[in-house]
């Protein structure tokens, strides 16, 4: 007798996740919201692959970030990885493509991967959305992307939200300023990008002698001198109310450090770009605090914050990278680009009531009460089908409309068409709105009014069927 075959547990990755319809259709509405945004900006579609030799992507991101890449030795033995953002395989790219127009914009859709210990909201495989300009060293690009990521968070239908941006080159001063090493730097930049969820006394406390977690952990310290961490501090200090009045101290703080000169000329040049667009200092300020932890940024850095939620952290980032392609091209090309975690502000999103509740794509659903008219049903569901209209036909046991009219009710479908024999012979069908009674059903006072109200019908001739659908769907 055989043995019988092994049954196998259904279980998840960690760090990995399914999901369901009403979030798939929930990303699909944001995605199509962000791409109809980023299209009025002429950036187009590009898409690159999910595995890149492991060479191309090593040594980009920091030390601590590297050590998060999926690698591995493929069957013809390359070392090979999946990527772990969007930016350097477009980097790759450009270097690999010459005849790309330049500037050239380009937007992308895909998952990333990281081997990060997944947490509360953290997941190992996670969606972005990018948009890149390659090829303009003007800030012009570095204003644009920051406008493009107003537009997107407004045509969202999010009001209450915020873009701070700041300056690598200033960044890269206030080492100077403070007499800090530039081996210190990539540590120095990362304890910074914590500020928001540490505070300044634990970013401190990282800066010199170092400090104690949450859990008892103990979190080394930089050993930075008293002094050096004052001046952290006093730039750190800089209020983020009023561009103007930002850029006024910036430049009163590092009168007497020349290298941040040019960075504070960019700050001042987008800047102005924002105040002749229009965006005024509550949707854009300069924060100085914005560190961004990828070592690849070179110039302006940015992110975006919702009000209504910063405990979900930024929901954009970005910056201005003009050294990346060198790697791969031997020569410098200016870029800038910006990224949303598609999950973080789907979450975001949800959290703030911004994306309806939606479990399926179908608008109509057939139902089949008689077994010997199946002919007939399907006859109507393709009726409605190539008149552009999501139908579903009932595939369940015929007959139980009750039943049938429930799964349309808990799937969210707004309309069922029913038909029997009579109807049949009378060249007749019936509409259910059952949005419509989803409705009227909450202010039923009974069981029977609920049952009236909820599965209230209209007869109409089966010819006039697709035009009669169409009328509710676009008044719906």
């Given at each position: 007798?055989?043995?019988?075959?092994?049954?196998?547990?259904?279980?998840?990755?960690?760090?990995?996740?399914?999901?369901?319809?009403?979030?798939?259709?929930?990303?699909?509405?944001?995605?199509?919201?962000?791409?109809?945004?980023?299209?009025?900006?002429?950036?187009?579609?590009?898409?690159?692959?999910?595995?890149?030799?492991?060479?191309?992507?090593?040594?980009?991101?920091?030390?601590?970030?590297?050590?998060?890449?999926?690698?591995?030795?493929?069957?013809?033995?390359?070392?090979?990885?999946?990527?772990?953002?969007?930016?350097?395989?477009?980097?790759?790219?450009?270097?690999?493509?010459?005849?790309?127009?330049?500037?050239?914009?380009?937007?992308?859709?895909?998952?990333?991967?990281?081997?990060?210990?997944?947490?509360?909201g953290r997941f190992r495989e996670f969606w972005q959305f990018d948009a890149d300009t390659v090829g303009c060293a003007q800030m012009t690009a570095d204003a644009e992307i920051i406008c493009a990521i107003i537009d997107t968070l407004a045509a969202?239908?999010?009001?209450?939200?915020?873009?701070?941006?700041?300056?690598?080159?200033?960044?890269?001063?206030?080492?100077?300023?403070?007499?800090?090493?530039?081996?210190?730097?990539?540590?120095?930049?990362?304890?910074?990008?914590?500020?928001?969820?540490?505070?300044?006394?634990?970013?401190?406390?990282?800066?010199?002698?170092?400090?104690?977690?949450?859990?008892?952990?103990?979190?080394?310290?930089?050993?930075?001198?008293?002094?050096?961490?004052?001046?952290?501090?006093?730039?750190?200090?800089?209020?983020?109310?009023?561009?103007?009045?930002?850029?006024?101290?910036?430049?009163?703080?590092?009168?007497?450090?020349?290298?941040?000169?040019?960075?504070?000329?960019?700050?001042?040049?987008?800047?102005?770009?924002?105040?002749?667009?229009?965006?005024?200092?509550?949707?854009?300020?300069?924060?100085?605090?914005?560190?961004?932890?990828?070592?690849?940024?070179?110039?302006?850095?940015?992110?975006?914050?919702?009000?209504?939620?910063?405990?979900?952290?930024?929901?954009?980032?970005?910056?201005?990278?003009?050294?990346?392609?060198?790697?791969?091209?031997?020569?410098?090309?200016?870029?800038?680009?910006?990224?949303?975690?598609?999950?973080?502000?789907?979450?975001?999103?949800?959290?703030?009531?911004?994306?309806?509740?939606?479990?399926?794509?179908?608008?109509?659903?057939?139902?089949?009460?008689?077994?010997?008219?199946?002919?007939?049903?399907?006859?109507?569901?393709?009726?409605?089908?190539?008149?552009?209209?999501?139908?579903?036909?009932?595939?369940?046991?015929?007959?139980?409309?009750?039943?049938?009219?429930?799964?349309?009710?808990?799937?969210?479908?707004?309309?069922?068409?029913?038909?029997?024999?009579?109807?049949?012979?009378?060249?007749?069908?019936?509409?259910?709105?059952?949005?419509?009674?989803?409705?009227?059903?909450?202010?039923?006072?009974?069981?029977?009014?609920?049952?009236?109200?909820?599965?209230?019908?209209?007869?109409?001739?089966?010819?006039?069927?697709?035009?009669?659908?169409?009328?509710?769907?676009?008044?719906?």
């Amino acid at each position: 007798m055989a043995d019988k075959p092994k049954r196998i547990t259904p279980r998840l990755l960690k760090g990995f996740r399914d999901l369901m319809p009403e979030t798939m259709l929930a990303r699909r509405r944001l995605i199509e919201t962000v791409r109809t945004v980023y299209e009025r900006y002429g950036f187009v579609p590009l898409d690159t692959p999910a595995l890149e030799y492991l060479e191309t992507l090593t040594g980009e991101y920091g030390a601590d970030s590297t050590k998060e890449i999926y690698d591995f030795t493929d069957r013809d033995g390359e070392r090979v990885a999946l990527r772990y953002d969007l930016t350097v395989p477009l980097a790759r790219l450009v270097a690999q493509y010459p005849e790309l127009p330049r500037p050239f914009r380009r937007y992308q859709v895909a998952p990333v991967w990281r081997f990060d210990k997944p947490g509360p909201g953290r997941f190992r495989e996670f969606w972005q959305f990018d948009a890149d300009t390659v090829g303009c060293a003007q800030m012009t690009a570095d204003a644009e992307i920051i406008c493009a990521i107003i537009d997107t968070l407004a045509a969202l239908n999010i009001s209450s939200f915020h873009v701070r941006f700041s300056n690598r080159k200033i960044l890269n001063a206030l080492l100077t300023f403070a007499g800090i090493g530039p081996e210190h730097s990539a540590l120095v930049f990362r304890i910074l990008d914590k500020l928001d969820k540490a505070g300044l006394e634990n970013v401190k406390l990282e800066l010199g002698p170092g400090r104690v977690d949450r859990s008892g952990d103990p979190i080394p310290g930089l050993g930075l001198e008293h002094a050096a961490i004052e001046r952290i501090e006093e730039f750190l200090s800089i209020p983020a109310h009023s561009r103007a009045e930002t850029l006024a101290r910036l430049t009163d703080l590092f009168h007497s450090t020349p290298t941040a000169e040019i960075g504070i000329r960019e700050l001042e040049e987008i800047s102005t770009l924002l105040v002749k667009a229009g965006v005024d200092d509550l949707h854009a300020r300069i924060d100085v605090s914005v560190a961004r932890g990828l070592g690849y940024y070179t110039g302006p850095i940015f992110e975006a914050v919702l009000d209504e939620s910063p405990q979900l952290g930024s929901v954009f980032g970005g910056g201005r990278y003009d050294g990346l392609v060198q790697r791969f091209l031997g020569q410098a090309i200016p870029a800038v680009g910006t990224s949303v975690g598609v999950d973080r502000l789907l979450a975001a999103l949800t959290h703030l009531n911004r994306l309806p509740v939606q479990k399926t794509i179908v608008a109509v659903l057939i139902t089949t009460m008689d077994k010997s008219r199946m002919d007939d049903y399907w006859g109507l569901t393709r009726q409605l089908r190539q008149a552009g209209i999501n139908t579903e036909m009932y595939l369940g046991k015929p007959g139980q409309i009750g039943k049938q009219l429930q799964y349309a009710d808990r799937q969210g479908i707004p309309l069922a068409v029913i038909a029997g024999e009579d109807e049949f012979s009378r060249g007749e069908v019936s509409v259910k709105n059952l949005e419509e009674g989803r409705e009227k059903s909450d202010e039923a006072a009974d069981r029977q009014s609920w049952l009236t109200a909820r599965f209230g019908q209209q007869t109409i001739r089966r010819e006039e069927l697709a035009q009669f659908i169409h009328s509710i769907l676009s008044t719906g």
